[in-house]
């Protein structure tokens, strides 16, 4: 409990400070995006330090730092997010579930940041998602997506959906499978307390997206899942 205490008020107090930085770096677009890796690094590696987590990765050598991609990566827990951004050396934007903007300073972050909000309730904000997301990666970012579309309750890995990875078909960029190990035992979806421990992330070599159609997103979305429940077996109990 005292654990909780401490590192909720901790990531509450680090949000709200480096929050002025990205906001203000929203206003200037070219810091922008430098400003908000750098903070958002930061806000991470913090989270994670006062958390007592270990992060380990494997397959960074896998990424050119030039980008861009779309990252899918499985979701077990709201700490898969500290856990990508403190190891992820490509700048990026998040795909993200619209009641996190409504959190004040994290929200208003996230907004500066130029991070995609999306309704899962209405097709015409997933369709202004993915709009979105395609002016992005064409500028030179990653996009981030969890195809589940939630957090895993039980640990399982759901079946993926496939809006994030039309946006890797549509604009041709590579797509690279995320395993994220470990999150679930410190931070499990309606847990309340933090818990320390090892989080393991196994980034897979990019699937290029040149020889699928469109009309293969599911295949390709398949593809994708049987990567990552492959690692996510074999390394569970590491």
Request: hydrophobic fraction near 45%.
């Amino acid at each position: 409990m005292l654990r909780f205490i401490f590192v909720f008020v901790f990531i509450a107090i680090l949000t709200i400070f480096l929050c002025p930085f990205t906001v203000i770096a929203g206003l200037l677009p070219k810091v922008r995006d430098r400003v908000c890796y750098i903070a958002a690094k930061i806000w991470a590696k913090a989270i994670i330090f006062v958390s007592g987590v270990k992060v380990s990765v494997k397959g960074l050598e896998n990424i050119d730092k030039n980008g861009p991609y779309v990252f899918a990566m499985n979701h077990q827990s709201y700490f898969d997010i500290f856990s990508i951004l403190s190891i992820l050396p490509v700048k990026s934007k998040w795909m993200a579930k619209k009641e996190l903007f409504y959190i004040p300073f994290l929200g208003w972050a996230m907004k500066s940041c130029d991070f995609i909000p999306v309704d899962r309730k209405r097709a015409k904000s997933a369709y202004k998602a993915l709009k979105r997301g395609l002016e992005l990666i064409n500028q030179g970012n990653s996009i981030i997506i969890f195809p589940e579309g939630t957090r895993s309750r039980d640990g399982r890995i759901g079946p993926f959906k496939t809006g994030g990875i039309i946006l890797a078909l549509r604009s041709n960029r590579p797509i690279v499978p995320v395993t994220i190990i470990g999150t679930r035992h410190i931070l499990p979806k309606g847990g309340r307390f933090i818990r320390p421990g090892h989080v393991k992330i196994i980034i897979d070599k990019p699937i290029s997206t040149k020889n699928y159609k469109e009309t293969e997103k599911e295949k390709l979305a398949n593809t994708l899942r049987e990567i990552i429940v492959k690692n996510y077996e074999m390394e569970r109990h590491f």
